[in-house]
Structure formats: C-alpha cells, structure tokens
C-alpha cells in the first residue's frame, strides 16, 4: 500500500508541478498563494497528520531546520503563514521541472562547498530579507536517514545568521522520513513530529554548536517517545 500511496505521490506531483510553475511565472506577484494552495491540497488528498508542538514566531527571520523527507518542505509550505524563501544547493536547481519549481518563486540556490557563493548569498538573502521573506535552510546540508544522530551543520548557516543579526527559529522534525521517502518510493503516511523551539537573536560565540546538541537532543526526546507509545 506504501508504494502505491508513494506512486500516486509522485503522479500527483508530475500532474501538479507545471501547472503550479507556469502560475507562478505568470502571477508573479501570488507566488506564496499558488504553492500554498497545492502543498495544502498535497497533505489534503493524502490524509497527511502531524503532532505539533510549540508555535511558529511570526517575527522570526530565519528558520533551522533538520532534514529527513521532502515531507519537510512540502509541511512548511503547506502551514506557514509568511513567504517563505528556501536556501538549497544548486544541484537542485538543474531538473527542469524542480528547478522551475524553485526558481519562479526565486528561491536562493547556491554552491554550498564555493566559499565564494557567500557573497551571492550575502547579496540575494538581504533582497528576500528586504521583500519581508522568510529564509529557510537546513543547515545539514542535505537529507539525514532520520534515525541517526544529526550531520555537521553547515558554517554558511552560521555566517549568515550573524552578519545580518538575524533572529532565528529552529524547527525539528521527527519521522517525516517515515512517513515520506521519495527516494526509496515508500509512502507509509505515518503521523510525524513537529517541534517549534524558541525563537532567539545569538550573542554567545558558540551558539551554533549549541544549537545544534539542543536540536538533537529535542529530536530524540521525540523519537523516544514515538518508540514508546
């Protein structure tokens, strides 16, 4: 049943997507409407559930994320109330469908392993910043098994935060990739964790090493209790 629900996933995406890209390329001013629309109608049409905790600050700059499914993303869009601007590698910019995806909404790509792409991103993340977007980024740099401990953050995240004095909101998730693997196309829908921390401005020099043992220790709080009941 898992890799049915998982198929019809993805038919639902391949029917939705150009619809969706050539929208947002024409309503260019409606781009956050059009996205939430179908991410909603996404959890909708599959029955998707999750326990959330916490609340999502509204005055928050920037959101940390750990990364297990696509879910993730497809959560965010779907319940968030601000425009959110996802930060992602430019490799996933180059599928002519996924890149569309992510460049009508002009998201920010980037070469995480160019030291140089810091000044792009520099440039690009003060834009969003000035239109009143919401930066997102998963500072692990890529999908986790979602079982394991968290990867190494990434500095750019870092570097970022503190030069523009953003006010951060991290976000964990616990068992998206359960619920969602695209890549193994396993689609078992189970009710997946949502955990929003506090949201806060750094001022200590290692406050993202610290962030990130809070982060997984939330994560694994989560996942014991999920193991347990």
């Known amino acids: 049943m898992s890799k049915i629900r998982a198929v019809s996933g993805i038919l639902f995406t391949l029917l939705v997507m150009p619809l969706m890209i050539l929208l947002m390329y024409v309503f260019r001013n409606h781009h956050r409407k059009i996205r939430k629309f179908c991410a909603q109608w996404f959890l909708k049409i599959f029955g998707v559930k999750a326990e959330v905790t916490g609340e999502p600050d ?3 700059q920037i959101l940390l994320m750990n990364h297990q499914s696509f879910m993730d993303v497809i959560y965010m869009e779907a319940v968030h109330k601000r425009d959110l601007c996802w930060i992602a590698k430019k490799d996933l910019g180059k599928p002519f469908l996924y890149g569309h995806a992510l ?17 792009f991103l520099m440039k690009k993340a003060k834009k969003r910043l000035s239109e009143g977007r919401l930066l997102c980024i998963f500072p692990e740099g890529t999908r986790s098994k979602g079982l394991e401990k968290f990867l190494p953050f990434k500095k750019g ?22 619920c969602l693997d695209i890549g193994a196309i396993d689609f078992k829908n189970v009710t997946f964790q949502v955990k929003y ?3 806060f ?8 090493e610290k962030l990130r043992e809070k982060m997984q220790e939330e ?8 193991q347990e009941s």
């Open 58 to 60: 509204l005055q928050a």
């Open 103 to 119: 460049k009508a909404p002009k998201m920010i790509l980037i070469n995480r392993e160019n030291k140089k792409e810091l000044v």
């Open 157 to 178: 995240a870092k570097f970022l935060i503190e030069h523009f004095k953003l006010k951060v909101q991290p976000i964990v998730f616990c068992r998206t990739r359960q």
């Open 197 to 199: 921390l506090e949201s």
């Open 201 to 208: 401005i750094p001022k200590e020099k290692d406050w993202f």
């Open 219 to 226: 994560y694994n709080l989560l996942y014991h209790q999920t």
